[in-house]
């Protein structure tokens, strides 16, 4: 199972999906990998990105969604050269989240010959991406490709993710005043300002939140627009600031918050909601129980990252965040453990097996 697992994982890993070029090579090469083995696999498109759905199993039976993305945040070249020391698989993607998606398409594979589950496998190819809306995994829900259960593949260390927190992404202007560079105390500096600005925000009371699985929200300071002259003081300055949210939030309080600080002109870009499931229900039950024979006792946990799994949720289908262990996911030495990996596919496997007699028990 490993050297199957490794090997699929590399190949995907050496796609460069930061771009939609490399997003469409590797959705073909998926699509031709699944019809090899007998699965039929339709392709449809968002924004020119790839949407991939495959199915196995009887359409009568209790149906659980596979879930998972393709492309990647930008990497060094390197990083597309997958590389393994001991257990770590190191690579862009491999752990957000190619190394999971690899499994998933194995799992789905060995699933073809049972009767008692249905599974769909749903693959985008935006999930990266800074849009709100014409996104993949919501085309797949509207589509009418759900199910009864939904697992997202994203890095969870073989936890099982029932929150995940909101986004709301903001541009904030700052205004100063010009001056020549050499002279900069005759100015006032926007990107200065604007930095003083972000640190007010960090300083504001919402940051200092907390909730059962989340010590606090996350603020980061994503992009500065300022400055058009080296030899000028810049008097305006834009900075984009990505916020995460905790579940029980209210994003327009928080929206509040940050208009409120004095000089800041505040613009909001796109939010999305958070994500949460009940750890009680029976399927939620039946993956901790999975995981527990194949790794270990798995806790619930939040997730910092926003979710697609809201795209399910929002129509009623529960959904969890769950994947295999590693670190360094958007970092420059990004690994998936392939010990976990080959304990993320029998999870998967025992789970889907389990389910019809948990279900009925």
């Known amino acids: 199972m490993s050297e199957e697992l490794v090997a699929l994982t590399s190949r995907l890993?050496?796609?460069?999906?930061?771009?939609?070029?490399?997003?469409?090579e590797a959705a073909g090469f998926i699509k031709g990998w699944l019809e090899a083995r007998g699965i039929e696999t339709s392709s449809d498109e968002v924004r020119g990105l790839p949407v991939l759905c495959a199915e196995v199993g009887p359409e009568n039976a209790p149906t659980v969604v596979l879930h998972g993305h393709i492309d990647v945040v930008p990497g060094q070249p390197g990083q597309f050269e997958p590389r393994v020391e001991g257990d770590r698989f190191y690579g862009r993607g491999a752990y957000d989240m190619k190394g999971g998606l690899a499994a998933m398409l194995l799992t789905t594979a060995a699933m073809r010959g049972q009767d008692k589950v249905?599974?769909?496998?749903?693959?985008?190819?935006?999930?990266?991406?800074?849009?709100?809306?014409?996104?993949?995994?919501?085309?797949?829900?509207?589509?009418?490709?759900?199910?009864?259960?939904?697992?997202t593949g994203e890095p969870t260390d073989l936890h099982i993710g029932v929150e995940a927190k909101g986004v709301l992404a903001l541009r904030v202007t700052v205004e100063g005043t010009a001056a020549h560079g050499a002279t900069p105390w005759l100015g006032e500096n926007a990107v200065l300002r604007a930095i003083d600005v972000f640190r007010s925000?960090?300083?504001?009371?919402?940051?200092?939140?907390?909730?059962e699985l989340f010590d606090r929200p996350s603020i980061n300071l994503g992009r500065i627009l300022g400055g058009d002259a080296l030899n000028k003081v810049p008097d305006r300055c834009a900075i984009d600031v990505d916020i995460r949210y905790l579940p029980d939030q209210d994003p327009a309080e928080l929206l509040e918050q940050v208009r409120g600080i004095p000089t800041a002109e505040v613009e909001q870009l796109f939010t999305r909601p958070p994500a949460v499931v009940d750890r009680d229900l029976p399927y939620v039950r039946a993956l901790c129980a999975a995981a527990a024979n194949h790794h270990g006792e798995p806790a619930s946990v939040g997730r910092d990252g926003a979710s697609d799994a809201v795209s399910f949720l929002r129509v009623g289908v529960p959904a969890v965040e769950f994947g295999p262990l590693g670190?360094?996911?958007?970092?420059?030495?990004?690994?998936?453990?392939?010990?976990?990996?080959?304990?993320?596919?029998?999870?998967?496997?025992?789970?889907?097996?389990?389910?019809?007699d948990r279900l009925n028990a």
């Open 327 to 356: 670190e360094g996911h958007h970092g420059p030495e990004e690994w998936v453990s392939i010990a976990s990996l080959r304990a993320y596919q029998q999870t998967l496997e025992a789970f889907l097996h389990s389910l019809p």
């Open 13 to 24: 890993v050496a796609y460069e999906t930061s771009s939609p070029e490399g997003v469409l």
């Open 118 to 151: 249905r599974v769909r496998l749903g693959i985008v190819g935006d999930e990266e991406s800074e849009e709100e809306v014409e996104r993949g995994s919501d085309h797949l829900v509207d589509s009418g490709f759900l199910g009864d259960f939904a697992i």
């Open 201 to 211: 925000i960090e300083s504001l009371p919402f940051a200092r939140h907390s909730s």
